[in-house]
């Protein structure tokens, strides 16, 4: 049952990568139609990250009143009529309109589908489960690029199939419940019970089932008051918003969407003279993604969070360094070099970068100020995401590929320190036991590695 979930769900994360991934192709297409200037261009390319940013914020207020369905749902209708107005737009400004309302949708299920996910999953496979969204993430960029390869200049084709998840999105989330977790903070405790009765299989009076119960509302009994801004930024709570912020600010300043963006510029630069090669390359780098992201599920709660995220930043400096280096002594086999370094660079990514800010940020915050400090996760994620998209261009110009890619390679060794001094290990515990950690006062980095409690 609970795969079911995580399926339906990560439908949101398909539609967010593929509204990522699909501008690559599409671009050269757009070209050839309208008269587009670098600052419209530019302009376009980014709104999908700049109205990610409006609904990041947006659904972080209204995760606690509305209930996490309700806006899964409503981000779907966002997402036909965002994928409509971009495959009948008739100007470039209606199509960045279009793009606007997409990247709203993405924002808020961007922070919704994992927060499901998360309150819905046992503490065994919660790592698994969440990362199933990331999987949908890459397969989204996968299919978009394929796409891209596939139907040629019919731009408004490459927009227009988006409306397909987005359909499927809403019809799935209509048969599915609210999270226990949100009914319980509602006061709904009969409902939460049948819920988590139905996700573990089992009957209501069972124990497992009373108790998962019983620790939700302790965890939501201890808080009374409305959850506020000041209270995410206090003492107890700190810990968690830095390292869920500060995750998601090494992994968008890692570089990854100057990739996944411009992976055709970014061949051409590094000696792939010819478009189809480039394409080609592209899909190639959209599938390794795929892969290592399967590799990254089946290791992420068995091998812990935290060395996961070590040799994740490991490996990207090392091949982000190795492409800087090729590229600034101008090696007579940089194509290759490239190639080889972008494909270590993607798998090093997929295997850690990539899954495991989603992953933590759905489980480091307190259930009362989970939506609030996700919301903050996620405006950190999409405000990185952006800056990279509108600046890459202009650095690339102006510091060429080897300086461009040093930068990130130098953000992937902050990363390391980063993980040692600040990330805790939450493999293996429920969201109630790091709940409890936080709230005792203790250092957030000891979790997990603490004798647990009988
Ligand atoms: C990031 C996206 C990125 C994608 C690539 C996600 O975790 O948040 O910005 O495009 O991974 O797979």
């Known amino acids: ?65 509305f209930g996490r369905r309700s806006l899964l749902m409503g981000a779907a209708v966002l997402f036909v009529i965002g994928a409509l107005v971009c495959a009948l737009a008739p100007s470039i400004l209606v199509l960045s309109l279009g793009r606007l309302l997409l990247g709203f949708a993405i924002g808020v299920a961007a922070l919704i589908a994992p927060l499901y996910i998360s309150e819905m999953a046992p503490a065994a496979t919660r790592g698994m489960l969440v990362s199933i969204y990331q999987l949908a993430i890459t397969l989204g960029i996968f299919g978009a690029y394929l796409v891209d390869f596939g139907v040629g200049d019919s731009w408004r084709i490459m927009f227009a199939t988006a409306v397909i998840p987005g359909i499927l999105l809403f019809a799935g989330v209509s048969f599915l419940t609210d999270t226990p977790r949100w009914l319980v903070l509602r006061g709904r405790r009969q409902e939460a019970g049948e819920v988590i009765a139905h996700v573990q299989g089992r009957g209501a009076s069972d124990p497992s089932v009373t108790g998962e119960l019983a620790a939700i509302e302790l965890a939501a009994r201890a808080e009374t008051s409305t959850a506020g801004w000041r209270e995410l930024f206090g003492p107890l709570v700190r810990p968690a918003l830095l390292v869920g912020t500060g995750l998601f600010l090494l992994q968008q300043l890692s570089g990854i969407n100057a990739v996944i963006y411009f992976a055709p510029t970014v061949f051409a630069r590094a000696g792939f003279s010819d478009t189809a090669n480039q394409l080609l390359a592209t899909v190639g780098i959209g599938a390794v993604n795929v892969v290592m992201t399967l590799v990254a599920m089946a290791l992420i709660d068995r091998i812990g969070r935290r060395r996961l995220m070590f040799i994740g930043f490991a490996g990207a400096a090392l091949s982000l360094g190795l492409i800087a280096v090729a590229a600034g002594t101008g090696a007579p086999d940089l194509q290759w070099l490239s190639l080889i370094g972008l494909v270590l660079y993607i798998a090093s990514f997929a295997i850690a970068l990539g899954p495991l800010p989603w992953v933590m940020m759905s489980e480091i915050f307190p259930l009362r100020l989970r939506g609030l400090g996700m919301g903050a996760a996620s405006l950190t994620n999409w405000a990185f995401n952006f800056l990279v998209v509108l600046t890459f261009p202009v650095l690339l110009q102006a510091l060429g590929l080897a300086g461009v890619f040093s930068i990130y390679a130098l953000v992937c060794v902050a990363g390391l320190v980063f993980t040692a001094r600040y990330v805790p290990e939450t493999s293996g515990l429920t969201l109630e036991e790091i709940e409890a950690h936080l709230k005792a006062g203790k250092p957030f980095r000891a979790l997990g590695l603490m004798p647990r409690a009988a």
């Open 1 to 65: 049952m609970i795969y079911v979930i995580a399926c339906v769900a990560a439908i949101a994360g398909l539609l967010f990568g593929y509204d990522e991934g699909i501008i690559a192709g599409a671009l050269g297409p757009l070209h050839a139609q309208f008269d587009i200037s670098p600052l419209q261009e530019g302009l376009m390319t980014a709104t999908v990250p700049l109205g990610a940013l409006a609904g990041a914020a947006v659904g972080g207020w209204l995760a606690a009143p």
